[in-house]
């Protein structure tokens, strides 16, 4: 795989896909940013400390948030601006900085993501609870979180406590009209059927 920390000095390739959140945009190219499976969600330009790409696209007045996975960036908008104008200009900084070999991240956030993704499966919780967790994680992982990034945003597990699995939803995700919708019609299901503990899922990172 290509170094996550600084892309690849290299022709690249970028095209335009629409979300299903009206304010979102998906920019998919033709070069890994990131590990399959991993990913990071910056709402704001405090959050983007360890990303000198995310911090220069908040650098444009009109972005709100930067989504990054292995192989596109989905960008937010203000809600107050149509993407005709937008698109071509964010198209052509994202092939510049990444031809450029332009630093995707200072640190790695891979390992530090697995850590994170460990503790929260075990942390405290009981050994059936950690089990109960760790077929949602895989369920997740296997089965949901292919469609979402599909969508341009992610779905992380948070904690599994009582039957309420809380999950975090990101990128386009957020302020998503339909992610209500897809949550409780589609995610709960799936989770009620295959593991039958569960009896809720609930969100966070849905901001409409």
Known sequence: MADTLTSPAAPVSIYAEASPNPESMKFVLNTQLLSDGVSVDYPNLEAAAN???????????????????????????ASDLTW???????RTFLKSYVEAGGPIFTVDPVAE??????????????????????????????????????????????????????????????GCPSATVTLKSGIENLLKRMVPEVTEVVAEGITV
Not at 51 to 77: C, G, H, M, W
Not at 84 to 90: D, K, R, V
Not at 153 to 167: A, E, H, L, P
């Open 84 to 90: 005709t104008h937008l698109i071509p200009e964010l």
């Open 51 to 77: 990303s000198p790409l995310a911090q220069e696209l908040f650098n444009f007045d009109y972005v709100s948030r930067v989504f990054i996975a292995a192989n596109f960036v989905t960008i937010t908008k």
């Open 113 to 174: 993501q697995k850590a994170a993704h460990e503790a929260v499966a075990t942390g405290d919780a009981s050994e059936q609870d950690q089990q109960i967790s760790q077929k949602v994680i895989d369920l997740l992982e296997n089965y949901v979180r292919p469609a979402v990034e599909q969508d341009g945003g992610n779905i992380t597990f948070r904690s599994y406590n009582k039957g309420v699995v809380t999950v975090n939803l990101q990128g386009s995700c957020s």
